[in-house]
């Protein structure tokens, strides 16, 4: 995001060359001096006296020399047409070339056409039709222009630059390149007043450290901010940030992202959505905010993730890469729902640590503890560590709710479906019996240290109890609701996440719209 070379090296030198060669043009003032001329002839050209130069013909005015090969000066208005090899020369600084030149002393302006090259000590200016007026200080190339200076080039269809304003404009097809960058757009005006460059259209600038495009902003040259509109976007082959706006600073490397932000990270095939992103270039920190939602796609499905506040951290010096969600929380991967109240989501060992009331669902089954951790590989679930006050409960299809619970619960994963889960410490379980799916036999009651359940299809087929088995069953008649709840039981499937609210609506952007005030009239007062 160097724009900074883009105009101290290009916007710079170009309104050097318009400013210091046409303020000192003085062609208003006096007459040129005829100091050679192999030939002269006096004739009328329309009506008019003129005098015909011809072969080395050198005219001067003040510190400004003219030579060509030919020319006409009207004695009556001081105008003047100069024809082959027409060169200009200020001191030893600048120098003007050209085929024809033409200067009206009533338009007080200077024409100058075909194979016009304008050079200082710093740079170069070729193009094929160049003019400037006195009265209005404006000089003005078209048909195409090329600026070089020793770093830079900058072309464009049109160029313009006001000696009052002090504005320089670029239009149709710019382009500036550089050994650090190029930039393309279709229009570009430099105020050097304020040393601000403004951009108008369509404009895409490439360096080293990436790509940016917008639609319309603005650069600061001084305090080297940066203020982009019209759908912005930043692309260095780590991540893409793009917004309605984007503002960055290249010292602090301070970005701000609004309205409808697209954060992507390549390599993790991360997508982070929101309508305020906040990013450190310095410190790898970014904060996401808006209903941000991050998107980590893979090739059989997605994880998605939600909260109030998203934070990334990629701190490169101290190996440190994650992302921290904050109030609200809601998650999404294949057939697992979760939400919680915060999330830590480590790149380097592929964990994601629920806490503050978190709660998991896979398939039927609902699973809650003090916190949760969840062990990712390839992009899916492995396990899941419930530590402390672990619980898991599902319905059977008498809306019956089984259950388990104890101090810690391992629960291993293959496809995204709970494969086995490892209960240890003060394991219970209590499980309906049914006949048929549809009588309720009775309550099978269990206690343990440790327990262990396989599972097929996300559904319990086996329990083993481990150390300290006891063991009851409990028929239907003599169940009483107490005997149908274990200590810690709550069922939340109110508050499991679906699929659609992971989808993000973008906002319309509005343009800034001022409302006239409201005329208020003071009542005349009446006359006694």
């Not at 005829?34 to 001067?60: F, S, Y």
């Not at 302006?109 to 710093?122: G, P, Y």
């Not at 796609?297 to 998203?310: M, N």
């Not at 990712?376 to 492995?382: P, S, V």
Request: charged share 25%.
């Amino acid at each position: 995001m160097k724009v900074a070379h883009l105009v101290s090296s290009s916007l710079h030198f170009a309104y050097f060359l318009f400013f210091m060669f046409f303020t000192s043009l003085s062609f208003a003032q006096d007459k040129f001096e005829l100091l050679q001329a192999a030939e002269l002839e006096g004739a009328l050209r329309n009506n008019r006296p003129v005098r015909i130069l011809r072969t080395q013909v050198v005219l001067k005015q003040g510190n400004t020399t003219l030579y060509c090969d030919s020319a006409y000066q009207f004695i009556d208005n001081n105008e003047l047409e100069a024809y082959g090899n027409t060169r200009i020369t200020q001191g030893d600084s600048v120098t003007l070339t050209g085929d024809h030149l033409f200067y009206n002393s009533a338009s007080k302006s200077l024409i100058v056409t075909s194979n016009v090259v304008l050079v200082d000590k710093t740079s170069t200016l070729t193009t094929n039709y160049l003019q400037y007026n006195l009265s209005t200080k404006q000089s003005f190339y078209s048909g195409g222009g090329k600026i070089v200076d020793a770093t830079s080039t900058l072309v464009s269809q049109t160029g313009s630059y006001n000696s009052i304003t002090k504005i320089s404009t670029f239009k149709k097809n710019v382009k500036v390149s550089n050994p650090d960058f190029t930039l393309e757009s279709d229009t570009m005006v430099f105020d050097n007043n304020t040393k601000i460059a403004y951009f108008k259209s369509q404009t895409k600038v490439v360096s080293k450290n990436g790509v940016i495009y917008a639609n319309d902003g603005q650069y600061n040259t001084i305090t080297k901010a940066s203020d982009f509109r019209g759908r912005a976007k930043v692309e260095n082959g780590v991540y893409i940030l793009e917004g309605d706006t984007l503002i960055y600073n290249e010292i602090t490397k301070i970005a701000i992202c609004k309205q409808n932000v697209i954060l992507t990270s390549i390599k993790e095939n991360l997508i982070i959505e929101g309508d305020y992103a906040y990013n450190d270039g310095i410190k790898g920190y970014s904060l996401i905010k808006g209903n941000p939602l991050m998107k980590n796609i893979s090739e059989k499905d997605t994880f998605f993730l939600k909260a109030d506040t998203l934070i990334t951290v990629n701190d490169s010096i101290n190996h440190k890469k994650y992302m921290l969600a904050f109030h609200h929380v809601k998650l999404l991967r294949g057939s697992v729902n979760g939400i919680c109240d915060s999330l830590c989501y480590n790149h380097i060992d592929s964990t994601i640590r629920m806490f503050r009331n978190p709660i998991l669902w896979s398939g039927e089954n609902q699973m809650l503890a003090d916190s949760i951790w969840m062990q990712m590989e390839n992009q899916k679930i492995k396990e899941l560590n419930l530590r402390l006050n672990s619980f898991m409960v599902s319905q059977d299809t008498l809306k019956n709710f089984n259950q388990i619970r104890g101090k810690y619960m391992k629960v291993n994963f293959l496809d995204n479906k709970i494969q086995t889960l490892d209960v240890r410490g003060n394991s219970e379980s209590l499980y309906f019996s049914l006949e048929g799916d549809t009588v309720v036999m009775g309550i099978n009651k269990t206690l343990s240290t440790n327990l262990i359940a396989k599972f097929e299809d996300n559904h319990v087929k086996m329990i083993n109890l481990i150390k300290k088995p006891e063991a009851k069953f409990i028929p239907e008649y003599e169940l009483n609701e107490p005997d149908r709840r274990l200590k810690g039981f709550k069922w939340k499937i109110s508050e499991k996440p679906l699929r659609k609210e992971f989808i993000r609506e973008k906002k319309v952007t509005l343009p800034n719209v001022i409302k006239p005030k409201p005329i208020i009239k003071t009542p005349k007062k009446r006359k006694k």
